[in-house]
């Protein structure tokens, strides 16, 4: 985080000035005025106003630093990769070693991505959805699902009654109930509470 001292004949052009200097935009800084100036009598008396410029933390910045941390201290050498579309940040990391940035049934993973979304939004004013992938993880999880989510739909049906699904996080349920939303044959809702809420499939009234 950088922050620079400018001046100018008034406080909006020291602004200025400050953002020149740090190459930012406005919404990209705090300002603190030290001396708002003084314009003198034919220019005797007079002072130039004074700003700090402050730049705000980055949220995408501070979850890749968390990530490269995190990485470091689990044995996995990693580069990222970042694709920002709105409010949606999508990280993409591969290297060496991934596994234990995965763990079982992608829990590790998981876990990653809601910490590193609650520490960069949480020092941030500006709220971001934050979605990590490891290697091609999150593809290959996605055909698990949609799988299982087609088997325990046929077993529903079969028994006619109500299949619980293990615990998964909310963007997993959602592709369950994605999948299955076509399917007029079967109903889906989740249940429960977070950590262990998951998806019940059961046949369509």
Not at 24 to 30: A, I, R, T, Y
Not at 84 to 94: P, V
């Amino acid at each position: 985080m950088r922050d620079i001292t400018a001046q100018g004949q008034t406080v909006e052009e020291a602004i200025q000035n400050g953002l020149k200097e740090l190459k930012l935009e406005p919404e990209q800084v705090e300002v603190e005025i030290m001396d708002e100036g003084k314009k003198g009598i034919f220019g005797i008396g007079s002072r130039l106003a004074m700003v700090k410029v402050i730049e705000k933390e980055n949220g995408v910045q501070i979850a890749t630093d968390y990530i490269q941390d995190i990485a470091e201290k689990m044995g996995a050498k990693i580069s990222i990769e970042v694709k920002e579309e709105g409010k949606d940040t999508f990280i993409q990391i591969s290297g060496e070693n991934l596994g234990v940035l995965i763990g079982k049934h992608g829990q590790t993973l998981n876990s990653l991505q809601y910490l590193t979304q609650l520490i960069a939004n949480k020092r941030t004013e500006q709220f971001r959805n934050i979605f990590i992938n490891v290697g091609d993880y999150r593809e290959r999880r996605y055909e698990t699902l949609s799988g299982l989510a087609e088997k325990m739909a046929g077993k529903a049906l079969k028994t006619r009654s109500a299949v619980h699904l293990e615990p998964m996080p909310s963007f997993e349920r959602k592709i369950i109930h994605a999948i299955l939303s076509e399917n007029k044959k079967i109903e889906t809702h989740s249940e429960g509470r977070d950590p262990y809420r998951y998806v019940v499939i059961k046949p369509a009234r």
